[in-house]
């Protein structure tokens, strides 16, 4: 599944400008990544908890960390037109986080599986949804992906 999830992101070759920007671009995927599954790690375990003390905590740390500083330098730009577009991402984001964890309290492996796919049901819905131009690469990591979950869901039984 993870090689799918490689070859989804993966840039086509006409999109590459130069070897020190694709290194680049590669290493902070991986960072956020590994964020990624981190956040996913700690939320399985904390998910007992109420839903609140699980998901505000990371929201807290994003405005601290991201928004603020970036209202604060002037660098936060968000035109009239686009504010329900952030709220409802806002929104949404809470939204997962909340289902992610009571869907762990159940079986964190599962449920970190599916929360981890969702890069390439972006990718599936923007192509479906805006006719977003997907590569042949993309499709293949698509389809890996849904090989890897559909063996994982048979052994997992």
């Known amino acids: 599944m993870v090689l799918g999830v490689v070859v989804v992101a993966w840039p086509p070759p006409d999109e590459v400008t130069g070897s020190n920007r694709l290194r680049a671009g590669s290493a ?3 960072c956020a990544a590994l964020a990624f599954g981190l ?3 700690a939320t399985g375990h904390v998910a007992a908890l109420p839903l609140a ?3 505000v905590p990371s929201r807290i740390v ?5 928004a603020i500083p970036l209202a604060v330098t002037r660098r936060l730009r968000v035109s009239r037109s ?10 949404c984001e809470v939204l997962g986080f909340a289902f992610y964890a009571l869907g762990a ?17 972006a990718a599936v819905g923007a192509y479906l949804v805006f006719s977003e131009r997907m590569g042949s690469s993309a499709r293949i990591g698509v389809v890996v992906i849904a ?3 559909a063996t994982l869901s048979a052994l997992h039984q």
């Open 82 to 91: 686009v504010v329900p577009h952030v709220v409802a991402a806002g929104v």
């Open 28 to 30: 902070l995927a991986g």
């Open 105 to 121: 309290r159940s079986d964190i492996a599962v449920a970190a599986v599916i929360a981890s796919m969702f890069g390439a049901v």
């Open 53 to 55: 003390w699980v998901v």
């Open 147 to 149: 090989v890897g979950v």
């Open 39 to 41: 956040s996913l790690y």
């Open 62 to 66: 994003g405005v601290t960390l991201v």
